[in-house]
């Protein structure tokens, strides 16, 4: 059953209860759907009904005990998963073990130890590492399955959902092998039994290491890296040791010291160090994986009492922690003092582990965007970056950006620039207008010059220092932008200025008010239409019902007496031209607009173009435009509602007086209407356009 209560429009970010009821009735698997049907399309919800029923895993294949001295015990556990739904009754019982167990002919990453021949223990093939490790383990002096391995949880419960540990202890009697091959079975299921195999070496030596295993985990090249191995030692004499490298790592990492003695019943701990070099990554080495990164390889130490040889498998993922630009050098060209001059630059991580980077130590004059050059990347993913020059000042720039990350490595990226002061000026570049009503205008003054300066002060470009002399402007506005400068083009002479006025005239678009307009017209004539047919099909029924009672005669005299006059007849539809900017219609739709708009914010980017200097003696001949001279002026203005509005009797905004005879006077009201929230102080400026 599903109780569902649709909600109707949601609203991003919300959510509503589904409420799905199940109540089985046989004992089976179901696998069904829930179908919604939205405005933006139907989309299901899968529902899926499982029997509850056992799923026993357990966490590892193999329990290996490692290497082991006669008659001392160790302790291991493996864990019996159950991710059923029912509690699993479970009984351990022995199947037979053979030499030819793939749990013991793999790699189990735990290196044991070996016996008195070395040739043993480096495998045929004369490699060394894991396999040589795994080597060791099948080599035969005897099995002995269930007296050396033992176990006091053979039965037990796992619960539902659940785990329970199995705890084995190893206690080998003589040297050798001890191998014991396991099977759980489910009682009352149908859950196929699982097998592990647990096994062990026993060995006269007394010298064993804590942890055959040293993982570094997840390493960056030139970094260093520390952990210790330690010796043990159950021997009644002092023991000397020997450690080996294999000679192709020795520059990637070290164990100190080299050489050694462990006292009797004592410790000794040797340190790993391991740092990585880029080299390791592009090095073909069969220690190495580049494709996944895995980095292992073998530590030999040599107890040279005993003959004894102890292997220490060292693993990590090595990766670099390098960022890269994508370039080289950044040229951002000939750029003017007053531009901002916008290079884009993709920083990519190289690494597989995430980096933090920020660009530290920059010239005033650049900027990183976003985040101001800060920033995290995801392992191998990158970050598309804006270099943002701006120079206050001419001439030859040159400067390095550094990029650190918190493992204190610098990326360093080249830049050159050459800076100029442009032939005209704006003043100001940026503008603010104030606060302006729809239908007024505000106006700013802004001034260009053509400053006349000595040629040293510009930077010299191709061996030549820039020409000076009269240049033209032309200011480019954007379309959607109620903008207009005046004039919008001139020529500026050198040493001498030119006033530009900007005037901003926001207005509500036309087209608008007329559709709407036109729209609420032809409503009303059709509301109007419908009411004159109503009253004309009432009229012609009561006339009718009063002649059948009245006789005729007398019907005649009184129509003949009282005249009636004719019915109205019906208005035709506006058209699209019918709508002037005068008509009511129009106006009442505009002061409605007026009433209820909200304060708006525009702004723009103008472009003044500066042309070449004019050659007086072919003033025919075409200017050419200098793209690095082009002047860019920030524009922003807040639109907001008109305080007051004047209407006439009409309801339109002209106040028309007609025809005054010379003399004579004529009074007209208007009416002014305050739309804002607040009272308004009302004054008048009469101006003479004579």
Not at 128 to 151: E, F, H, L, M, Q
Not at 260 to 278: E, N, R
Not at 336 to 352: E, F, K, W
Not at 643 to 654: A, H, K, N, V
Request: charged share 20%; net charge neutral; hydrophobic share 35%.
């Amino acid at each position: 059953n599903v109780f569902f209560n649709p909600p109707g429009y949601m609203s991003a970010g919300l959510t509503c209860p589904l409420v799905i009821s199940f109540k089985p009735q046989f004992n089976r698997d179901l696998d069904g759907e829930v179908e919604f049907l939205a405005v933006t399309g139907s989309f299901t919800i899968p529902v899926q009904c499982r029997i509850k029923r056992h799923a026993v895993s357990c966490s590892s294949s193999l329990l290996d005990f490692g290497g082991l001295v006669v008659m001392e015990t160790r302790k291991k556990k493996i864990t019996l998963i159950n991710d059923g739904a029912l509690d699993a009754e479970y009984s351990l019982s022995d199947v037979d073990c053979t030499e030819d167990d793939p749990a013991l002919t793999t790699s189990t990453g735990s290196p044991t130890i070996a016996t008195d021949n070395k040739d043993d223990q480096k495998g045929g093939d004369g490699s060394s590492g894991p396999k040589a490790v795994s080597s060791t383990v099948t080599i035969s002096r005897g099995v002995y399955k269930s007296i050396d391995i033992a176990t006091d949880d053979m039965t037990g419960v796992i619960p539902k959902f659940g785990k329970r540990d199995v705890h084995f202890h190893f206690r080998p009697r003589l040297c050798g092998r001890s191998k014991r091959r396991v099977s759980v079975a489910v009682n009352n299921s149908e859950v196929e039994p699982i097998a592990f195999t647990v096994c062990g070496m026993a060995t006269s030596f007394p010298v064993n290491v804590d942890s055959t295993e040293v993982d570094f985990k997840m390493c960056t090249t030139n970094i260093l890296y520390q952990d210790d191995v330690i010796l043990r030692s159950s021997a009644t004499v002092a023991c000397t040791f020997k450690v080996e490298v294999p000679r192709e790592l020795r520059d990637h990492f070290d164990v100190l010291p080299l050489k050694g003695v462990v006292q009797a019943h004592s410790t000794f701990a040797l340190w790993v160090k391991f740092k990585p070099k880029s080299s390791l990554l592009t090095k073909h080495s069969k220690y190495f994986n580049p494709t996944n990164g895995q980095f292992s390889a073998p530590i030999e130490i040599q107890i040279n009492n005993l003959n004894q040889h102890l292997y220490v498998d060292v693993r990590a993922v090595v990766t670099s922690n390098d960022l890269s630009f994508g370039v080289d050098c950044v040229d951002f060209g000939t750029c003017s003092v007053l531009m901002h001059t916008i290079y884009p630059v993709t920083l990519t991580n190289q690494s597989r582990v995430k980096q933090t980077y920020g660009f530290v130590g920059l010239p005033k004059h650049i900027q990183v965007q976003p985040g101001y050059g800060f920033g995290e990347l995801m392992p191998h993913s990158s970050h598309n970056l804006d270099l943002i020059f701006s120079p206050t000042d001419p001439g030859n720039y040159s400067f390095v950006l550094s990029c650190q990350t918190l493992d204190n490595r610098v990326f360093s990226l080249h830049c050159t620039a050459s800076a100029c002061l442009p032939p005209i000026t704006a003043s100001p570049s940026i503008i603010e207008f104030r606060n302006t009503p729809v239908g007024d205008q505000a106006s700013v003054l802004i001034t260009l010059e053509n400053p006349k300066l000595n040629p040293r002060s510009y930077v010299v470009l191709s061996g030549q220092a820039p020409k000076q002399g009269a240049r033209n402007f032309c200011f480019s506005i954007p379309d959607d932008m109620p903008l207009e400068a005046s004039p919008i083009t001139g020529e500026v002479l050198p040493g001498e200025n030119k006033k530009v006025w900007l005037t901003f005239s926001p207005k509500v678009g036309r087209q608008n008010i007329a559709d709407t307009a036109l729209e609420t017209a032809n409503e009303a004539i059709t509301q109007y239409n419908a009411t004159i047919a109503a009253k004309s099909n009432v009229t012609s029924g009561s006339k009718k019902s009063e002649a059948n009672l009245k006789g005729s005669k007398q019907l005649v005299k009184s129509n003949a007496s009282t005249k009636t006059p004719p019915p109205p007849s019906p208005q035709p539809l506006k058209t699209a031209e019918d709508i002037t900017d005068t008509c009511p219609e129009f106006v009442s739709v505009k002061h409605s607009y007026y009433r209820k708009m909200k304060p708006f914010a525009m702004s723009t980017a103008i472009q003044c173009f500066v042309s070449d200097i004019v050659d007086k003696d072919n003033e025919s001949a075409g200017r050419t435009i200098v793209a690095r001279d082009t002047l860019h002026i920030d524009v922003t203005a807040l639109v907001v509602r008109p305080t007051l509005l004047l209407c006439d009797m009409d309801g339109g905004g002209d106040v028309n007086f007609g025809v005054v005879v010379v003399g004579s006077s004529r009074l007209l009201n208007v009416i002014i209407e305050n739309t804002s929230d607040s009272p308004a102080t009302v004054s008048c400026t009469l101006y003479s356009f004579a």
